[in-house]
């Protein structure tokens, strides 16, 4: 049986910032532990013991981590602001591998953009996200048939589809993180819109 401080998400899991889990435990593959949820960047300022939600976080977090390896092999999240991946570097910095597959959707960036780029020595594959979810948006991008996926358990489909990402080629326009910091939009109100 595997368990999560045997893997990379370990660290993480210490620090209480593994949130709102859809899935936290071992997948269908030997020695695998998967994760979907949100993954805390900044706490607010706490008084006393209360506990107060995070400032912000990686949202929609897919994610598998393999048994003894220390570092995460492929992860894909949502950032409502595409500057908050500076902060997804200092909370994952040692835990990612320039050999890794990290695929990050933030809001406010063109609706039309596709980004590569290497920060902090950490490959990035960027898109836009605004109405939709990491789950939905990723399937989509892979071209996956949600009926090849139908009958899998939550586990099952975290595996398939993370298996197929780290296959998938990214053939998106080079940038740099500077470069596309420079042209991210103002930050959208995500409560504008919507019914009381």
Known sequence: MTTINETALGPLEKEGRLLN??????????????FRGDIALKWQEQLADEKRP???????????????????????????????????????????????????????????????????????????????????ETIDLLGIDKNDIRKLDTAGKLDYVLDELAEYKFDFTPTTFEDVLAKAGPIKNRNENRPV
Request: with cysteine; glycine share 8%; aromatic share 12%.
């Open 54 to 136: 995070p400032d912000f976080s990686l949202e929609g977090i897919l994610t598998i981590a393999q048994q003894g390896e220390p570092t995460i092999p492929v992860l894909v999240g949502y950032i409502h602001s595409f500057a908050y991946l500076e902060n997804v570097v200092d909370v994952l910095g040692n835990l990612l591998s320039p050999d890794g597959v990290y695929l990050i959707y933030a809001n406010n960036i063109d609706i039309l953009a596709k980004y590569q780029m290497t920060y902090r020595s950490i490959p990035f594959a960027v898109l836009p996200c605004d109405e939709s979810t990491v789950w939905k």
């Open 21 to 34: 889990a859809i899935l936290k435990g071992e997948t269908t593959k030997p020695n695998r532990f998967g």
